[in-house]
């Protein structure tokens, strides 16, 4: 059975940080891109993070880069997401999921691609 649970999220002040974590189960995490994703109140869910199968490339949405950090361990079967500086607009609840969709060539970026999903962390940054 495939299974995604995340991690890590919590209430912190702007500037702060926080490390996500998506632990996977049922599948091998190095045959799947696994992406983080974030849905604030009213607005639709929009890609963060993708970490590529295999040679686990890193993408990077333009809002954060610089300020996260995405990384596996295929040991432990766990995606980490390292998100430093954190703004207000951060604030949203963080889904980690899982693709073969694209397979060695192309890692999507649309949530619509991604089959397996976790049931998200809350992050708010609040002063």
Do not use: M
């Not at 500037?15 to 607005?43: E, M, N």
């Amino acid at each position: 059975q495939v299974q995604l649970v995340e991690s890590g999220g919590d209430l912190v002040q702007p500037g702060g940080s926080l490390r996500l974590s998506c632990a996977v189960s049922g599948f091998t995490l190095d045959y799947y891109h696994i992406g983080w994703f974030r849905q604030a109140p009213g607005k639709e869910r929009e890609g963060v993070s993708w970490i590529k199968l295999r040679d686990g490339s890193t993408y990077y949405r333009d809002s954060v880069k610089g300020r996260f950090t995405i990384s596996k361990d295929n040991a432990t079967n766990t995606v980490y997401l390292q998100v430093n500086s954190l703004k207000p607009e951060d604030t949203a609840v963080y889904y980690c999921a899982a693709s073969k969709f694209g397979g060695e060539w192309y890692v999507p970026r649309a949530p619509q691609a991604y089959e397996y999903w976790g049931q998200g962390t809350q992050v708010t940054v609040s002063s």
